[in-house]
């Protein structure tokens, strides 16, 4: 079951379509390994992407009708305008109650700060995301580390280069920390740019397929 969440603007469902592929990616191979057993608590994390209830919708959908036999538990836990550090502040009140045994993260849109990359932000950006890792851990939860998207290229309000090349180096961060950490990761930069790439070359550069703002 999804719990409930404030409506969030349109402009994010566009990209909530492209995150389903690649939380699977990384999470289908775990569930193969036995990490997500029969009764499993799987809790989704994240910013307003998370709390739109679209890419959350989709992976709860595939996991309770392509492998009802699990018989999982599934929980959205976005939050709109979220950080990592945002998070580690109510795991507490807002995860643990739940008894999680997966929780797949979705950060980093809010984190970069919407300007050109900083060392201080990916420094800020791997320690929160090391917190909500070594809480999880604590725990007994397995974390799905997943990437920050992409934002798109003709209508972002900024250069979406410069912003594209700070998520891009928080998705090296969130790759790194899930590596030392054992833990899956999910590339969601990579595909969404793919995506991005492949759709403005076929329908034109006005065809929007990321983050509007």
């Known amino acids: 079951m999804l719990t409930s969440a404030r409506p969030s603007s349109r402009l994010v469902r566009l990209a909530a379509v492209f995150l ?34 679209q890419y959350s919708k989709f992976i709860e959908d595939y ?23 945002g998070f580690v502040g109510r795991m507490d009140q807002d995860l643990f109650p739940f008894k999680p045994d997966v929780i797949t993260t979705c950060y980093g849109m809010n984190d970069g700060g919407y300007r050109a990359y900083e060392a201080r932000i990916g420094e800020e950006y791997q320690a929160q995301m090391q917190r909500i890792i070594k809480a999880a851990r604590k725990a007994g939860a397995t974390v799905v580390v997943g990437s920050p998207g992409v934002v798109d290229t003709k209508t972002w309000r900024g250069p979406a280069d410069v912003y594209n090349d700070n998520l891009a180096h928080l998705r090296d961060i969130a790759r790194a920390l899930a590596k030392a950490a054992h833990m ?23 065809y929007c397929s990321a983050s509007l703002r």
């Open 20 to 53: 389903v592929p690649a939380f699977l990616a990384a999470s289908v191979p775990a569930f193969a390994k036995g990490i997500v057993e029969k009764g499993d608590r799987v809790v989704i994390v994240g910013d307003s992407i998370t709390e739109q209830k």
């Open 63 to 85: 996991l309770t009708m392509c492998m009802p036999q699990l018989d999982l538990w599934i929980f959205q836990l976005g939050w709109s305008g979220e950080t990592a550090g």
């Open 184 to 206: 899956p990761f999910a590339n969601v930069h990579d595909a969404m740019m793919d995506v991005m790439t492949k759709a403005k070359a076929a329908y034109g550069e006005n």
